[in-house]
């Protein structure tokens, strides 16, 4: 189902076309008209088939469309981890580039800058707080968040939640939220105590159960055990049949990664080009254009590019750095191996790393070869994943200082009713 089609504010059908976001994902086809409509809703969707969109647009729309002004939280997102917190709140950031919604994400382990800023919003309000359970607390028993006017209650990874021992937490935040809202929870799993949270919370709720998608038959997947200095050294060795691999796709996690692979490569002798933020539309487009071509060999770029470039005949497609979820992994992996096409994906795993790709196999319920580098290369790391224990989450829900957060943009506008809200 493309974007279009939904009845969305036309500014977030504008970031989504700069995004390179066209169609919908099946979570996303079901959940937007049933939240739109006002109803509660528990959707059993599993990290990576694209939930966090399937909710931010929506809640966005309404906020958009809200038609009394007043003061206070709108919409309130729970979410376990500070990681998810952030990344959420990066999401909506992009979603609202051509909109005035606002948002803040709060969790611990910052400064008293930090803290400051999260009172400001939290008292004089703002349009979306993405919050931690434990330090959500901490600012309530302070007495001073204004919840009156909430319209929306996210739960986003319940089950985890749940997992980590925040069933009470969970129910004293809602216990100072008002019986007039909407509620829509989302879980991968659903045991018997998270029915008993819905129960509790949700009322009549709607419900929706999504798969995520599974990487194409046609795509050769393996993964590459490299330190960071590893990685230019590793293209090169991948790439040595220049002619054999005509069209290559690298993925980097962020924009200075991007530029950075690129110029290495260029120096290398290498014909490539990047695409970011940084570089004009048209020089953009004359990039893609060259790589359309046939003239450039790789294309690098972030994950933009994963859903954004249509392009056949693509050879190999490289994750320079580990994709944040399944979804961006099969999304990624997606650009080569096209029309029933045979193509090959590699993943680089640094050893900072190897548990974020342990959790993509996890979730896809497959295993991919794991290679070392060639031995002119050095020595690679062991594949030891260390995953992250429930517990440990829960000592470090507020955890370090993160990279990336934005600062409160000011003070929010809201409304104290709307058409499309169904409330509890």
């Known amino acids: 189902m493309n974007f279009n089609d939904f009845p969305l504010d036309h500014n977030i059908l504008d970031g989504l076309e700069a995004m390179g976001f066209r169609n919908g994902t099946p979570i996303q086809a079901q959940a937007i008209p049933i939240i739109l409509e006002g109803h ?3 959707a059993c969707a599993q990290t990576g088939t694209g939930k966090t969109a399937a909710y931010l647009l929506p809640i966005m729309h309404n906020i958009l469309e809200r038609e009394e002004i007043v003061e206070g939280i709108n919409t309130l997102i729970i979410a376990p981890t500070r990681e998810l917190a952030r990344q959420i709140d990066q999401q909506l950031e992009g979603f609202a580039y051509f909109t005035d919604v606002t948002s ?17 919003a939290l008292v004089k309000g703002t349009d979306v707080i993405i919050a931690t359970p434990g330090k959500l607390i901490a600012h309530l028993n302070m007495g001073y968040v204004n919840v009156d006017n909430l319209q929306h209650l996210i739960l986003d990874e319940a089950d985890k939640m749940l997992d980590m021992g925040f069933y009470d937490d969970i129910m004293r935040i809602v216990s100072y939220l008002p019986k007039e809202r909407q509620t829509l929870l989302f879980s991968a799993t659903m045991p018997d105590k998270m029915r008993k949270l819905a129960k509790g919370i949700l009322n ?5 159960n999504i798969a995520v998608s599974k990487p194409a038959e046609g795509v050769t997947q393996a993964a590459y055990m490299v330190h960071e200095d590893q990685k230019i050294a590793l293209v090169k060795h991948l790439l040595a049949d220049k002619e054999a691999l005509s069209s290559v796709i690298i993925f980097c996690s962020t924009k200075r990664a991007t530029k950075e692979a690129a110029q290495q490569l260029k120096k290398e002798g290498f ?6 933020s940084d570089l004009e539309q048209d020089v953009r487009e004359e990039i893609l254009r060259q790589f359309k071509a046939k003239n ?4 690098i770029g972030t994950d933009v590019l994963s859903r954004g470039i249509d392009v056949k005949g693509i050879n190999l497609v490289i994750n320079y750095d580990i994709p944040p979820d399944a979804e961006v992994y ?10 029933d096409a045979e193509g090959m994906a590699f993943t680089f795993i640094s050893d900072r790393d190897q548990y974020k790709f342990k959790r993509i196999e996890d979730f896809l319920e497959t295993e991919v070869e794991k290679r070392n580098v060639p031995e002119s290369i050095g020595k690679s790391p062991k594949w030891r994943p260390k995953m992250r ?3 440990s989450y829960k000592r470090n829900y507020g955890g370090k200082k993160g990279s990336g957060k934005k600062s409160y943009k000011g003070k929010g506008k809201y409304s104290k009713s709307s058409s499309n809200s169904k409330k509890k």
């Open 330 to 339: 099969v999304h990624r992996i997606g650009r080569t191996a096209r029309a």
């Open 296 to 299: 450039l060999q790789i294309l």
């Open 104 to 120: 803040i994400p709060i969790y611990g382990g910052g400064d008293g800058v930090d803290f400051v800023k999260q009172k400001k």
């Open 204 to 208: 009549n709720p709607e419900q929706i």
């Open 40 to 42: 509660d809703m528990i």
């Open 389 to 391: 224990s429930a517990n």
């Open 271 to 276: 014909k490539a080009g990047a695409i970011h």
